[in-house]
């Protein structure tokens, strides 16, 4: 099983789960050429991908869109983040699939009106990624300018490979949680789902 696999070893799997699907491998050699600072692909693209590998799924089943982060905290106003996701737009013409660019230096300004609770502002897009509803959805991937790939993974990878969604309740209210876990199960029906705390 991969998840007791070395670390090392996990990571190169991963990759090579992940370069299963062309649109996600897509999604990062495009979001390199714009020049994001801190950017991030991540969230369920990523387990997603991870869940269909090892349950013998096409490998872009069930993803609904593509989740770039960034952090620009030089000016936190709506029209510069349109203005990049604007240019993600044209970058991302004619993939088959949404791609969704957020910049989360700005997440706390409208995240309490969404889902109900505050959110201090993120210091990063590590920040805000270790931030999700459940530990499984915390990974992101990037392409780095060698072509390498920077994964951060703050709770590992055991669980991604073991389809377990195990709650984070370290902002996301449980409502979250919950209907997502119930989204996914709907999916994907081998996910061991664990009862928020």
């Given at each position: 099983?991969?998840?007791?696999?070395?670390?090392d070893e996990q990571l190169d799997a991963?990759?090579?789960?992940?370069?299963?699907?062309?649109?996600?491998?897509?999604v990062l050699a495009r979001t390199a050429?714009?020049?994001?600072?801190?950017?991030?692909?991540?969230?369920?693209?990523?387990?997603?991908?991870?869940?269909?590998?090892?349950?013998?799924?096409?490998?872009?089943?069930?993803?609904?869109?593509?989740d770039v982060f960034y952090f620009d905290?030089?000016?936190?106003?709506?029209?510069?983040?349109?203005?990049?996701?604007?240019?993600?737009?044209?970058?991302?013409?004619?993939?088959?699939?949404?791609?969704?660019?957020?910049?989360?230096?700005?997440?706390?300004?409208?995240?309490?009106?969404?889902?109900?609770?505050?959110?201090?502002?993120?210091?990063?897009?590590?920040?805000?990624?270790?931030?999700?509803?459940?530990?499984?959805?915390?990974?992101?991937?990037?392409?780095?300018?060698?072509?390498?790939?920077?994964?951060?993974?703050?709770?590992?990878?055991?669980?991604?490979?073991?389809?377990?969604?195990?709650?984070?309740?370290?902002?996301?209210?449980?409502?979250?949680?919950?209907?997502?876990?119930?989204?996914?199960?709907?999916?994907?029906?081998?996910?061991?789902?664990?009862?928020?705390?």
């Amino acid at each position: 099983m991969i998840g007791r696999l070395p670390l090392d070893e996990q990571l190169d799997a991963l990759r090579a789960v992940l370069s299963r699907n062309d649109v996600l491998t897509e999604v990062l050699a495009r979001t390199a050429t714009l020049g994001l600072p801190g950017w991030y692909l991540t969230a369920g693209c990523l387990f997603q991908t991870v869940w269909n590998v090892v349950t013998d799924r096409p490998p872009a089943h069930g993803i609904k869109d593509y989740d770039v982060f960034y952090f620009d905290d030089r000016d936190l106003s709506w029209e510069a983040e349109d203005a990049v996701i604007k240019a993600g737009r044209e970058v991302f013409a004619g993939l088959p699939a949404e791609v969704e660019i957020r910049n989360e230096a700005r997440v706390h300004l409208w995240y309490e009106e969404k889902f109900g609770v505050p959110c201090p502002p993120h210091e990063s897009s590590e920040a805000a990624i270790d931030c999700f509803a459940a530990t499984t959805c915390c990974l992101g991937v990037r392409l780095e300018g060698d072509g390498r790939w920077r994964v951060y993974a703050p709770h590992g990878l055991s669980d991604v490979f073991h389809l377990v969604v195990r709650p984070n309740p370290v902002l996301a209210p449980r409502a979250v949680y919950e209907a997502k876990a119930a989204r996914w199960r709907t999916q994907w029906p081998e996910l061991t789902v664990l009862d928020w705390p």
